[in-house]
Nanobody, 115 residues
Framework: QVQLVESGGGLVQPGGSLRLSCAASGINISLQTMLWYRQRPEKQRELIADIFSDGVTYYADSVKGRFTISRDNAKNTMYLQMNSLKPEDTAVYYC?????????WGQGTQVTVSP
């Protein structure tokens, strides 16, 4: 079964850190462009980071310098290290990749940044 499963979300105070994981099955993420999106309350889903198969990364301005995307090919898992978290980072975070010309999404993981 081809699927992506996110984990690692939770409640954290401003300035804190979290690491999200996206475990893939049925696909080889080393061959894929893997992406992290988030959907903040009452906002559209937005792309925040991606990592290409050659390791090149991209970050949205809103997270650049604070978030780091990475990939462990041996574990077939992608990560998002989030530091210096702000209340405006509160969102559901999703991992994504294209598979058979279709978007493959995980179920999402909630991140809440609050005192």
């Amino acid at each position: 079964q081809v699927q992506l499963v996110e984990s690692g979300g939770g409640l954290v105070q401003p300035g804190g850190s979290l690491r999200l994981s996206c475990a893939a099955s049925g696909i080889n993420i080393s061959l894929q462009t893997m992406l992290w999106y988030r959907q903040r309350p009452e906002k559209q889903r937005e792309l925040i980071a991606d990592i290409f198969s050659d390791g090149v990364t991209y970050y949205a301005d809103s997270v650049k310098g604070r978030f780091t995307i990475s990939r462990d090919n041996a574990k077939n898992t992608m990560y998002l290290q989030m530091n210096s978290l702000k209340p405006e980072d509160t969102a559901v975070y999703y991992c994504n990749t294209a598979y058979n010309s279709k978007d493959l999404w995980g179920q999402g993981t909630q991140v809440t940044v609050s005192p």
